[in-house]
């Protein structure tokens, strides 16, 4: 699973995805909590390139009556099974930029955030889908979810999920490959390299999405063994 994540490097987007900003980018800004329903950066392919664009966190299917079937994550093993994801990665699929994403363990009613992310501390990209839904009233609803895969060493003792993170080689391939091609994208939807990341326990300020400072990454004394827990 992924419920909540970091993007404080915003100023490295357009060079770091060969991207250029589309629509409204004020709320663009760096971000030390991201939480779901939230407007969040996308990458998404063009006619001409790549767009960066902020859509809603959790997506809504086009079909859908109301939020209430809103989900901000896919299973990856499932997505073209599941009726509200498939068409979305058949044919909408996007980079979801981020620099850290957090998880938690439990014990009794103590609740440790661990963050994740790249040993240099660099971007990188979720596999995202994407849909557009009309409500009742008002504009069209643009949203995506985050794909999800088997955690790898470094996760396997906090959670049984883990965010799919692509490997840049593979961003072309994930934006752009055509329907009937979907199908060959399994290969790519996999768990990262683990010793290219690393982890740290943080404050708990995390645990509060209304806290939206740097403090939600203060490295902390871990108080919880991860292996002796059990998963969110």
Not at 93 to 112: H, M, N, T
Not at 149 to 165: A, F, G, K, Q
Request: hydrophobic content about 35%.
């Amino acid at each position: 699973m992924c419920g909540r994540y970091r993007l404080t490097h915003v100023e490295r987007l357009a060079e770091r995805f060969e991207a250029i900003y589309c629509g409204n980018n004020e709320e663009i800004v760096p971000r030390y909590n991201i939480a779901p329903t939230q407007p969040i950066p996308v990458i998404r392919a063009t006619e001409s390139g790549r767009e960066i664009t902020s859509i809603r966190w959790g997506l809504i299917p086009s079909w859908v009556k109301d939020t209430s079937a809103a989900r901000i994550n896919s299973r990856s093993e499932t997505v073209v099974e599941k009726p509200a994801f498939r068409e979305s990665f058949e044919r909408r699929r996007c980079l979801i930029p981020a620099d850290g994403f957090y998880e938690w363990v439990r014990s009794g009613k103590l609740k440790q955030p661990f963050h994740f992310g790249m040993k240099d501390g660099s971007l990188f990209a979720f596999a995202g889908i994407w849909d557009r839904w009309k409500p009742p009233t008002g504009p069209l609803v643009e949203s995506c979810a985050i794909l999800t895969t088997s955690p790898n060493e470094l996760l396997r003792d906090v959670h049984d999920r883990m965010p799919v993170i692509l490997r840049p080689e593979h961003y072309s391939m994930w934006l752009n490959a055509p329907t009937s091609a979907s199908g060959r994208l399994a290969d790519i939807l996999l768990p990262y390299d683990a010793g290219a990341m690393r982890r740290f326990p943080v404050s708990e300020c995390v645990n509060d999405p209304a806290n939206e400072t740097p403090d939600c990454l203060i490295e902390t004394a871990e108080l919880i063994p991860a292996q002796h827990t059990l998963f969110r």
